[in-house]
């Protein structure tokens, strides 16, 4: 079975940074590329980032580019989403996800375990 587990939530103000943390249990962490997803109240889930599983690739959202940087540490089963610049409309639940297609990294679809999420809230 694969867990998911994300930490590094919280709350911050405007401009602030936060380090998102998603650690995974499972043999085959290092074949799946692995995505951050998030939804805010009244919202669909939406694709923030994105990276392949020798993390070469890397794939953002335009609402998050030059601001949020995916990163993986394969050894430690565990892949960091840094957020800078958070802005108010970055409040959300952020999940991690894993998927055997970073082609199609967008898609919630393509994702077969997701982490239970982490709340971010940024306060303006």
């Known amino acids: 079975q694969v867990q998911l587990v994300e930490s590094g939530g919280g709350l911050v103000q405007a401009g602030g940074s936060l380090r998102l943390s998603c650690a995974a249990s499972g043999r085959t962490f290092s074949r799946y590329a692995k995505g951050w997803f998030r939804q805010a109240p009244g919202k669909e889930r939406e694709p923030v980032a994105a990276?392949?599983?020798?993390?070469?690739?890397?794939y953002y959202a335009d609402a998050v580019k030059g601001r949020f940087t995916i990163s993986r540490d394969n050894a430690k089963n565990t892949v960091y989403l840094q957020m800078n610049s958070l802005k108010p409309e970055d409040t959300a639940v952020y999940y991690c996800a894993r998927t055997p297609r970073s082609t199609v990294w967008y898609r919630a679809s393509s994702y077969d375990y997701w982490g239970q999420g982490t709340q971010v809230t940024v306060s303006s």
């Open positions: 990276i392949s599983w020798s993390g070469g690739s890397t």
